[in-house]
């Protein structure tokens, strides 16, 4: 079977949530036709002359980054966004961009999540939730022998996920009956006859946002003609979701000796110290830019923040509220995006060869 550009989409938007991106943000296709056949993508950090380079040869290219954030008054080639923009249509590679659905994905797996094992935090979670995703409730009758096919196809699109915990559900056996009516074709029994079989009731829960996909990977999966299936909203929220993350060191260390500790755990060249406190057991950090996480992570007694691109004022300001910041550098920050993307679309695009751009694209160096 051929795959799409909508293809890669579905993939990516069963993991990170596209709907969890921030309204201000960019994702989704930005440049392409989701009906462009697909053999060979490259995941890249963002798109630069670099990156088109290294595409060449691939129908998709899947970044970081957007290309088209700000809207362009025209395509004049002298801006460098139209530029690039142009390069794109012109070399027909189709360009996705992730960014914050990859920053607000559930649980442990956003961005934020892989900057928390990187740096070894302990107790992590969400630190100023940008939001809960409602839920939903599906419930299916399966027979004995399509039990794990039918439980395998949903918990793949994405249900059965609570917390560090994936692939539960609920199960409980019983006696389903039905009528046969001409016309029809029944897995078990005969047209006309009054019959009963055994079934399983599974029930699993799944985020709005995945509601379909998981009915129709379940609808897929099921050998009945008609499924007999439920969709119930839910009162209760999933865990909160959002691009901060605070945690604990496991020891207590000084501003120093900690910040060295960052340096090496990811790979931080142009690093840069904000001295409010010496004493670090509680950390927050956020990947890019997290200068905005300032109050929330005073309010949670952060001692210190691991982020990128902080400002004089917002230099000034965590002094002021008592919080130390290790600038890491934006890139620094967000390497481990690259590896998760390609790591999705690699164990789901069966047939497409996918591919990971190892292009530093940081603009900044050591002096």
């Known amino acids: 079977m051929k795959l799409t550009v909508r293809d890669i989409l579905a993939a990516i938007d069963a ?3 596209l709907a969890r991106a ?35 040869g691939c129908e998709a290219l899947v970044v970081y980054h957007p290309l088209l954030f700000r809207p362009l008054e025209n395509l ?19 360009v996705v961009a992730v960014h914050t659905a990859l920053d607000g994905a559930p649980q442990p797996h956003a961005l934020g999540d892989q900057l928390v094992e990187a740096l070894g935090l302990q107790d992590a979670k969400v630190l100023a939730p940008t939001g809960h995703e409602a839920l939903f409730k599906i419930v299916v009758f399966v027979p004995p022998e399509a039990l794990d096919k039918v439980s395998q196809a949903m918990w793949e699109a994405g249900a059965g996920r609570l ?27 005969k047209v006309g006859h009054m019959e009963e079989v055994d079934e399983w009731r599974v029930e699993v829960i799944v985020p709005a946002t995945q509601r379909d996909q998981v009915i129709r990977a379940m609808i ?32 207590s260390s000084s501003l ?37 996480f300032l109050d929330a992570c ?40 690259v590896p998760m993307i390609a790591h999705v679309l690699q164990s789901t695009l069966k047939g497409v060869e996918v591919l990971s751009c190892d292009i530093d694209t940081n603009p900044f160096e050591s002096s």
Not at 172 to 181: D, E, I, Y
Not at 237 to 250: C, D, F, H, I, T
């Open 163 to 189: 917390g560090n915990y994936e692939d539960a559900s609920f199960r409980q056996r019983g006696t389903g009956t039905f009528r046969p009516l001409p016309g029809s074709d029944p897995y078990e029994g």
């Open 298 to 337: 005073a309010r949670a007694g952060v001692d210190c923040l691991v982020t990128g691109d902080i400002k004089h004022h917002d230099a000034l300001k965590a002094k002021a509220v008592g919080v130390s910041i290790i600038d890491a550098s934006h890139t620094a920050t967000e390497r481990a995006a």
């Open 76 to 94: 004049d080639f002298k801006n460098h966004t139209a530029r690039l923009a142009a390069q794109c249509i012109m070399q027909g590679v189709n």
């Open 22 to 56: 921030e309204k201000w943000d960019r994702v989704g296709l930005q440049i392409g036709d989701g009906d462009t056949v697909v053999s060979r993508v490259l995941v890249a950090h963002e798109v630069t002359q670099s990156t088109l380079e290294a595409a060449r």
């Open 256 to 292: 120093n000796d900690w910040a060295q500790r960052v340096q090496v755990l990811l790979n931080a060249p142009n690093m840069r110290i904000v001295r409010a406190k010496d004493s670090i057991t509680r950390v927050a950090c956020v990947p890019g830019s997290g200068a905005s």
């Open 220 to 251: 897929d999966a099921h050998p009945y003609e008609e499924v007999a299936y439920d969709a119930y909203p839910l009162h209760n929220m999933a865990e909160p979701y959002g691009s901060a993350r605070v945690g604990q060191l496991k020891h």
């Open 15 to 17: 993991r990170f949530p």
